[in-house]
């Protein structure tokens, strides 16, 4: 009998899917590209969790055109070769709007796959050739640019009166970048008194930086600027403090990482590190209210490309509302170009490369294992 | 000249860590003639263990050399046990078949072990605590010399001569030779030529794990992915020093690590990789067995 019962229900459940289908316009897709798994992952899920945010909150008031938003999410793991894999499967999935992607040198690889047949939002690439290059019609960002946070280390270094500074990076496409834009700012200025003593690039996940640490102590820098992520920088400070290397770390947001502070432990004490202003700190009750939400619903922090994201899937979602659809890129982007959105994240209007207008950097450091915001 | 020192002394390290991974290598090859891909994967693992086995036992009490000792010895049988295992299942069926066979079947046995390790513990990076003690009489030289780097220097020094004593001098090592040299004449005489190999792997994998213990306490963080780049500069360093001779690892892995920290320091780090990398085209050109192989023909 139980049985029975069990294979009605079945063919009533078969039954009902295709004909609520029917009554439903079909869902609205948004595809969202990062690092949902992986040593970068708490990055990408904090953008994931700002997009899911703002479609729950479109999807309660009616949806997008009339239908309803369904996300469809790929992981890249930040790694330029699996985002050329995910962007594909995205665009095979009849996606033509996606919010991402988490990583510099992963977006740059997806465009390519994009073209001008889709369109991009990334709330944390922050290479400043995604725009600047001129290469991608269809690319917008709601983050400040890596010149940003590079220009915001030198007018630090200034202001703090070091003299010698060290820089180095990982070879990457968003190290290279910002230690590249730091020397660039400090050689413009050579009346300032500050002189860089060591420009060099090491390669990622060596077993010992011992050699470029012997010669930053021979350099006698004050401080050293790292154009890389996390997971190198707490091992070169660890690395640098058992040598009794002192210098002064200064890092960009692929260092402002809780996972910096627990694995580097005591020797990630005084570090500074520049991000992208924390907005979740102003105070305003869409914020407090996308706060609330989220403790409801995730045991994760927030991280800090929620409100990036949210403010960018606003932003893309009014857009696409005037444009009446996804169908016409050209319209969705002129629109994002022409009218200021009221988001979560403040009001959002991009430029005519496609950044976002007004985006800040701030500097932090490190005092008790916690990034406090300094001033200059 | 403190630069130089320093220099020194940083290529030091980074040659004596290349050496504990490459002369399971070199082992291996010297006795079976195969390349295990699959042992940056046990270095890996061994310092997974030593990571759990320290984090158990500092929680039951245990500390300082006591500490130290009972994780080595808790990660050395464990990754003996590993490294037997995977001959067992890897290797050993493909024992007589073509040479490029066990090749492939130990690239896939890294893989497999890489994703395993994903899995079943974590994708990120973990902290690996300090487990040397400081010792008091290296504090006026801390800054250059701590007592993490003198215990890698000493190990790989001491495990190098019990090597060698082991397969010059004793009975083990008598059949390890008789089996590298023709295997079928050896198994005629009567030496039990899977004990041999087997044995061969569990040293190989003990050291690997020594190694990975080591490593973890001076990079001081873990992840699943360090067997790969650390076992492809072992292996490198094997080849410069002639693989299949146990003092030409280590020999191998010196000159690999004092060659990427004076091209670092007196060069540029950019080009530390290139610099050993021309290193090792230049000796193999010159010298095709490495630095104390004897030449041979009949290579992969």
């Not at chain 1, 700012?185 to 470029?212: I, M, N, R």
């Not at chain 2, 890294?110 to 990120?124: G, K, T």
């Not at chain 2, 306490?217 to 360093?237: E, N, W």
Request: with cysteine; proline share 3%.
């Amino acid at each position: 009998m139980r049985k029975i019962t069990l294979a009605i229900l079945a063919l009533a459940l078969l039954v009902s899917g295709p004909l609520s289908a029917q009554n439903n316009p079909e869902p609205f897709k948004i595809g969202y590209g990062g690092a949902l798994l992986g040593n970068l992952a708490s990055y990408g899920l904090s953008g994931f969790y700002g997009l899911e945010y703002a479609v729950l909150k479109t999807n309660a008031a009616g949806g997008l055109t009339g239908r309803q938003i369904e996300v469809i999410k790929e992981d890249d793991g930040c790694d330029p070769a699996l985002a050329s894999t995910a962007a594909t499967k995205l665009a095979g999935g009849g996606v033509k709007v996606v919010l991402g992607h988490t990583c510099s040198g992963a977006t740059n690889s997806a465009l390519s796959v994009y073209g001008s047949n889709m369109l991009l939002i990334s709330p944390s690439a922050t290479e400043v050739g995604l725009t600047e290059s001129g290469r991608n019609p269809y690319f917008f960002r709601t983050i400040m640019r890596d010149d940003v946070q590079a220009d915001l280390q030198v007018e630090f270094v200034k202001k703090r009166g070091f003299k010698k500074v060290a820089i180095l990076h990982d070879k990457g496409d968003y190290g290279k970048a910002l230690a590249d834009r730091a020397k660039a700012g400090f050689d413009a200025a050579p009346d300032s008194g500050v002189k860089v003593v060591l420009f060099e690039g090491v390669t990622s996940g060596q077993p010992s930086y011992d050699p470029v640490i012997s010669k930053l102590r021979s350099s006698e820098a004050e401080v050293l600027l790292w154009g890389g992520y996390y997971a190198d920088a707490s091992k070169l400070a660890l690395q640098m403090r058992s040598k009794k290397v002192n210098t002064i770390i200064i890092g960009a947001d692929g260092l402002n990482n809780e996972a910096y502070v627990k694995m580097a432990g005591e020797a990630a004490e005084g570090t500074f590190a520049t991000g992208p202003a924390d907005i979740s700190k102003n105070s305003s009750p869409a914020i407090a209210a996308a706060l609330e939400d989220h403790k409801k619903r995730h045991s994760e922090e927030i991280g800090p490309y929620f409100f990036y994201a949210a403010g960018a899937a606003e932003a893309l979602f009014a857009a696409i509302e005037k444009a009446g659809g996804d169908a016409d890129l050209e319209a969705i982007k002129k629109n994002l170009q022409e009218n200021t959105v009221e988001t979560v994240m403040g009001p959002v209007r991009f430029d005519a490369k496609g950044d976002v207008i007004g985006a800040k950097a701030t500097m932090y450091e490190i005092k008790n294992g916690q990034f406090v915001e300094v001033e200059l | 000249m403190e630069l130089f020192l320093d220099l020194l002394i940083s290529g030091l390290t980074k040659g004596s860590i290349y050496a504990l991974i490459a002369l399971g290598y070199t082992m291996v090859y010297g006795i079976v003639g195969l390349i295990n891909f699959a042992h940056g994967e046990i270095y890996m693992i061994g310092a997974f263990i030593a990571l759990i086995a320290s984090l158990a036992l500092s929680q039951a009490g245990l500390a300082g050399w006591g500490l130290l000792v009972s994780v080595a010895a808790a990660a050395v049988v464990y990754s003996a046990m590993y490294g037997w295992t995977v001959e067992k299942i890897a290797y050993k069926p493909l024992r007589g078949s073509s040479r490029l066979s066990p090749l492939i079947s130990a690239i896939g046995m890294s893989i497999f072990l890489q994703n395993y390790v994903q899995l079943l513990q974590s994708p990120n990076f973990l902290t690996f605590p300090s487990l040397v003690p400081e010792l008091g009489f290296l504090a006026p030289v801390s800054h250059i010399v701590n007592s993490t780097q003198l215990f890698i220097w000493l190990a790989t020094a001491l495990i190098m001569t019990a090597l060698t004593v082991l397969i010059k001098f004793t009975r083990l090592g008598l059949s390890m030779r008789a089996v590298s040299q023709d295997p079928d004449m050896a198994r005629l005489s009567g030496v039990n030529i899977d004990r041999v190999i087997s044995s061969t792997f569990v040293i190989g994998s003990a050291l690997a794990a020594v190694g990975g213990l080591l490593i973890g306490c001076y990079m001081r963080q873990i992840d699943f992915y360090i067997g790969f780049l650390a076992g492809m500069k072992a292996f490198t360093a094997a080849v410069l020093g002639g693989i299949g001779s146990i003092p030409g690892a280590v020999l191998g892995a010196l000159v690999l690590g004092f060659a990427e920290s004076f091209a670092a320091g007196f060069i540029s780090s950019d080009y530390e990789d290139a610099v050993a990398f021309v290193l090792l085209i230049v000796i193999l050109i010159a010298r095709p067995g490495g630095l104390m192989g004897a030449a041979q023909t009949q290579k992969v």
